[in-house]
């Protein structure tokens, strides 16, 4: 058998055991060939026990790792200890349980901690954080974490059990943001979460839920802050002392706030008293920066050592340079063309997936920063099912549907996207170009972004929306349905959600509806795997284009960086480190 | 009478503010957006959108939020931004400051070099200077600000490493004791030079990018004012008299050629402040113009209405200061 080519599990053993596969690649393989994700778990570790994995222990000068891979091996430390990262916006709202946006969460992962997080490039592992270890039941009813004794937060007040369970309540009871991370398992903080001693903490659901540890482990709203903090900053207009929090940081993580200036920059120094190990940088800088070529110059020049937001043909540049690093990632976000439910029928929305110029927006567009996928789950998320087939273009095919479907030649259409945005221009301008020539009309309207927005996520009604608009998502944790119901529940509709093109199926929703609930893992793919035929096939709500890769740049010298398919843009600060070279 | 001049003003400024006000807050209101939604972001739920929406008195009546408004305004309460979470009295407190003071160096570089230039370009008529003087003029009316900042920070900063990329300081670097908000002038107040030559090196690229079309519009009007009173009769008759040569352009020429000059000035100024969005955005530079354009991104109404009342202040002060400045200049120009 040719461990190259794996085309049974032996077969992936072997590759994996003779390090020809990356994690990544075990996974995707794994789940192509109906493995179930603790078979793959087990799979990895064999691929642990077995051998070297395919990271490289050393940095080769100037070369551009493939994934997931700067090199710990072999330390020879820099005297230099301080990290610069760019950002290309401020971030207004410091509040963790409030705070629902992208840097945000990269800022917090410095200085405030949730109780698990992701293992390493994993989207299914954890490893703890605030937490030592943690376990639950059989059945997923009860998660009890036990923490350090030793951990306190920047304020100085002990973090025990005491203090976590006042910080999941204020979470949960003020409502903000993310909330529905966790109130989706935890209704009733008071009763739901238990001390059972000063470091240990239970959180008890009334049903069995086996998602409950990756919403644990999201980086948006389970983050621990100081209730010390919280009483002496609470007013009788503010009993969440939101505005305080929104504007100072008291958590537990390694590192605490120095100077934060929402558009300028941020900068943390190490904390001494952090209960982990103790980090390798000294100060950790975050600079806003707006302008794209700014932010180019500043991570060419070495004054910056890290940034997540460069576009994709500044990227292209940036592999070719030997000072810096770009590391490629996975994501779990996959975008999308939104599909007008109203105005479109199913044979009409069948016809315009086949139309869609799949590869030359991958190719040309996204300059190759995303790959075809086949529904709206990324092949990183628990749900992904890869019988389910992908579309490519075809316009004959196209043709015969949208005929079918009583569109005739010189119809007009209409695509909306938000005007400055490169990106969606050019894609809409090919998929203008593939329209034309089966006859086919599609009019480009270039809106304000905020004016988007407005109509996207308000109250407009369909018929006066246009026929596409483009979108995209990740989920908050890996959970199939966190990254659907938003998006696709006839719930969600309008300001209710994110259904921005009014999809209302039953069966689908129906299907949601179960999902939410399902108790295992199996049922999880099950459901997801029916419902993502419907929205893809049967009765497509969007036309499914790519699955997103991300690119981090760092410097040549930094080591440990690890990203994450959830985790995107962020920084795992706490292992991250720079050599002598 | 300047005095009366000034009271008068003044007392007129009220009802500017209050009319700019309510044209301002009419026209955030009439474009159909809910800024609660945008704030909250497309993925918070209903409940939590709500929840910003009374926290900020969205849900009231739109007469009720104005009356709100102007009764804070009274005691200089600009209400709370909905992008920022702060008091926009807060924000203007640290972002104003950063664009007056680069407004300031940037209409400073047009009036020190932009005079002189316009004064030799008329003097020395179709002379090799007056080209120079002359394609400065077109030049700087040309050549894109964000194009011009970009380049010169590529060549400046990323390839010889003369100057900073932008900020106001250098991350590290301490703030001076806070006086003006000028960090120029609170670190000459606190007596640190080395401070002030700091903060003049970060003032340097983004001032000069957006001095420039000031400069040129400043040589253009000098050039035709000095060109105008050049040919007039009581120049010649100073010239007959034996005056030295710069005394007459300077004594009799440059104070009367000044005069259209020092209302473009004015007018300029006024436009450096609420023009600098770009130029902010380039040098990272933590001022009122990306604020505001944020802000409008956002449709955050407290943050936007204040920032055009503050504007629309600053635009009748420097006019009633160029008013008095022309009263001072020509005494024959009587206070009506």
């Given amino acids: 058998m040719d461990p190259r080519r794996p085309e049974d599990a032996l077969g992936l053993l072997l590759a994996a055991r003779t390090g020809r596969l990356t994690r990544r690649q075990i996974l995707s393989r794994g789940l192509q060939l109906g493995l179930s994700t603790p078979a793959i778990l087990a799979l990895l570790a064999a691929c642990q026990r077995g051998g070297e994995t395919a990271t490289p222990t050393t940095a080769p000068a100037g070369a551009t790792p493939q994934a997931a891979q700067t090199p710990t091996a072999g330390r020879r430390e820099s005297e230099n200890r301080e990290f610069v990262v760019l950002f290309f916006g401020g971030v207004p709202d410091l509040d963790p349980q409030s705070a629902y946006d992208n840097q945000a969460s990269a800022l917090f992962l410095a200085c405030y901690e949730m109780l698990i997080k992701l293992k390493g490039e994993s989207t299914f592992e954890y490893e703890p954080m605030l937490a030592r270890e943690w376990s639950h039941n059989e059945n997923f009813t009860e998660f009890t974490f036990k923490l350090p004794p030793n951990a306190v937060f920047h304020d100085g007040s002990p973090c025990d059990a005491d203090a976590v369970k006042r910080s999941f309540t204020r979470f949960l009871k003020m409502g903000r943001g993310p909330v529905n991370v966790i109130s989706r398992f935890v209704e009733d903080p008071d009763e739901q979460i238990q001390v059972v001693d000063p470091t240990t903490i239970k959180f008890v659901m009334a049903k069995p839920q086996p998602l409950f540890l990756a919403a644990m482990a999201s980086e948006y709203g389970p983050l621990v802050v100081s209730p010390k903090a919280w009483d002496e900053h609470k007013t009788a207009t503010d009993e969440f002392a939101h505005d305080w929090f929104s504007q100072n940081i008291v958590g537990t993580g390694p590192y605490k706030p120095v100077e934060l200036l929402q558009q300028e920059r941020f900068v943390f120094e190490r904390f001494d008293q952090y209960h982990g190990e103790r980090p390798f940088f000294d100060r950790i800088i975050a600079r806003v920066v707006p302008e794209d070529a700014t932010r180019r110059q500043l991570m060419e020049t070495g004054e910056a050592h890290g940034c997540a937001y460069i576009n994709p043909e500044d990227l292209l540049a940036m592999k070719q340079n030997p000072n810096l690093q770009v590391i490629e990632y996975d994501t779990t976000e996959v975008d999308w063309i939104r599909m007008n439910y109203a105005l479109l029928n199913t044979k009409a929305r069948q016809g315009f997936c086949y139309a869609w110029p799949y590869q030359e927006v991958i190719e040309k567009v996204l300059r190759g920063f995303a790959r075809p996928i086949n529904g709206p789950i990324a092949d990183t998320v628990i749900g992904y099912d890869p019988s389910i087939p992908t579309y490519t273009t075809d316009l004959q095919k196209a043709k015969q549907l949208l005929t079918e479907a009583g569109i005739k030649e010189g119809d007009t259409f209409t695509y909306m996207y938000s005007s400055g945005d490169q990106t969606d221009a050019a894609m809409a301008q090919l998929f203008q170009a593939n329209l034309a020539q089966i006859g086919i009309r599609l009019e480009l309207q270039q809106v304000e972004r905020a004016a988007l927005l407005e109509l996207a996520y308000g109250d407009t009604p369909p018929e006066q929306r246009p026929h596409f608009m483009s979108g995209g998502w990740w989920p908050d944790y890996n959970d199939s349905w966190n990254q659907i119901y938003p998006n696709y529940h006839s719930d969600s509709v309008g300001s209710k959600g994110s259904n921005a093109m009014f999809y209302r199926n039953p069966e689908v929703d129906r299907l949601m509806n179960q999902l939410k609930d399902a108790a295992s893992e199996d049922e999880i793919r099950r459901l997801t795997g029916q419902i993502v035929k419907i929205l893809t096939w049967d009765d497509p709500a969007a036309i499914f284009y790519a699955q997103i890769r991300k690119a981090t740049v760092l410097q040549k010298d930094i080591r440990g960086f690890v990203p994450n398919p959830i985790y995107i843009n962020s920084y795992n600060f706490w292992a991250m480190w720079r050599e002598a070279l | ?336």
């Fill in chain 2, 1 to 336: 009478m300047i005095v009366h001049l000034i009271v008068r003003r003044l007392f007129f400024l009220v009802f500017v503010l209050l009319g700019l006000s309510l044209i301002t807050f009419v026209l955030s209101h009439v474009v159909p957006r809910d800024p609660a939604r945008i704030i909250a972001g497309p993925r918070a739920s209903p409940e939590a959108v709500e929840k910003i929406r009374k926290e900020y008195g969205l849900d009231q009546p739109l007469w009720r939020q104005y009356v709100r408004y102007l009764s804070g305004l009274i005691h200089l309460d600009f209400g709370k931004s909905l992008t920022s979470r702060r008091p926009v009295s807060e924000d203007l407190a640290r972002y104003l400051p950063a664009t007056i003071e680069l407004a300031l160096y940037a209409m400073l570089f047009a009036v020190v070099v932009g005079i002189p230039l316009g004064v030799l370009s008329a003097v020395r008529r179709n002379s090799f200077l007056d080209l120079i003087g002359r394609t400065i003029s077109i030049l700087g009316l040309s050549i894109p600000s964000f194009w011009l900042a970009l380049i010169l920070q590529f060549f400046l900063f990323a390839q010889l490493g003369l100057l900073p990329d932008g900020q106001r300081l250098p991350v590290g670097v301490k703030e001076p004791p806070r006086v003006t908000g000028l960090f120029t002038v609170d670190a000459l107040l606190a007596g640190n030079f080395g401070l002030f030559l700091l903060a003049l090196k970060h003032l340097l690229m983004p001032s000069f990018v957006l001095g420039l079309a000031a400069l040129a519009i400043v040589t253009r009007m000098v050039r035709s004012g000095m060109l105008e009173v050049l040919g007039q009769d009581y120049i010649r008759t100073a010239r007959a008299k034996g005056l030295q040569p710069h005394v007459v352009i300077l004594r009799h020429a440059l104070k009367n050629a000044l005069l259209p000059a020092v209302t473009v000035i004015g007018l300029q100024f006024g436009l450096l402040m609420g023009g600098a969005v770009l130029v902010e955005i380039i040098f990272s530079w933590p001022g009122i113009g990306r604020y505001t354009f944020q802000a409008i991104q956002n449709f955050d109404y407290n943050a936007v209405i204040s920032v055009t009342l503050v504007i629309g202040a600053a635009y009748v002060l420097v006019n009633l200061l160029v008013d008095v400045i022309y009263v001072l200049l020509d005494p024959r120009i009587r206070v009506t």
